[in-house]
């Protein structure tokens, strides 16, 4: 027991010489040095040394001089001292990491490695949606993220989901040829792109492997390659299944410039020109 318990401070940041020496002392009180290091297997060469660092930690405490002896602090006030030790280091910690999140914040393009990252990373993307979801995914992904994608809905979030494969009901807008999973895979790897409310994109493989790799982005040419994509996906599925996707289009386009509208006031304009001169 003595022996797990050593290994357990040790793992609390004490040495060994420490441990055995306070659980000797916790047995055995008052005691002077050389009663110590019997007890407990410290040298005798090396037991002031571990007694001063005790006292300096608030740890034991000298009550008799010449020689002197030691008693050690209660159970519940060592207990105290690593929970003060714990939230100081954890303070410290918070804000280096802090730091380097906000270093991280000003990177608008990352690699993610690993199928497991991957979903991790997904899910965080998901939390933060404030207004539309849209997703290129399989029915394994889809799983996988079904309870973030439904924590988002449920916060508001619009969801739109092109598959080749089945979905899990009660995710948004579906659009899917509910082609069987094993059936496609015999073609294709899996993939996911995942776009946040026009501002943030996730894309790349979807194999579950720790080589499977996805880009996250924020850069606006990255998330218009992801958009295309699914722009393309989705019209084709549209004339596919003789489904109107145009609402969905409108959707994912919303943020881009009005082609057709700036394309049909040009050709308006250039119509009474041409008439004029055919006129004259």
């Known amino acids: 027991m003595e022996q797990d318990l050593t290994q357990a401070m040790k793992r609390l940041g004490f040495t060994a010489n420490e441990s055995r020496a306070y659980l000797a002392l916790l047995q055995r009180h008052p005691a002077t040095g050389y009663e110590m290091a ?62 380097l999140a906000q270093t991280q914040d000003e990177v608008s393009t990352w690699t993610v490695q690993g199928y497991t990252g991957m979903l991790d990373e997904a899910r965080r993307i998901i939390g933060g949606a404030r207004q539309v979801i849209m ?13 973030a994608l439904l924590s988002a809905q449920k916060d508001g979030a619009e969801l739109v ?14 659009l899917s040829y509910d082609i069987a999973e094993p059936e496609l895979e015999s073609y294709w790897s899996h993939r996911l792109i995942l776009i946040v409310d026009h501002e943030q994109v996730l894309m790349g493989g979807a194999e579950d492997s720790e080589d499977n790799r996805v880009v996250v ?28 996707t145009a609402p969905t289009i409108q959707l994912l386009t919303a943020p881009l410039a009005p082609v057709e509208e700036l394309v049909s006031n040009s050709l308006a304009n250039q119509a009474p020109a041409s008439n004029a001169k055919a006129m004259s």
Not at 161 to 171: A, N
Request: hydrophobic residues 40%.
């Open 135 to 147: 997703a290129s995914l399989w029915q394994r992904e889809a799983k996988a993220l079904q309870d």
């Open 38 to 99: 019997t007890a407990s297997g410290v040298p005798r060469s090396a037991i002031y040394n571990v007694l001063r660092s005790l006292e300096r930690q608030g740890l034991v405490n000298v009550v008799q001089e010449k020689p002197a002896r030691y008693i050690p602090v209660p159970p519940e006030r060592l207990f105290n001292l690593l929970e003060s030790r714990f939230a100081r280091n954890l303070d410290e910690v918070r804000a280096r990491i802090e730091n």
């Open 161 to 174: 989901l092109f598959s080749f494969t089945p979905l899990p009901e009660g995710l948004g807008t579906q």
């Open 217 to 244: 982005s924020r850069e606006e040419p990255l998330i218009d390659v992801a958009r295309s994509n699914l722009v393309l996906d989705i019209t084709l599925y549209g004339e596919r299944t003789d489904t109107d």
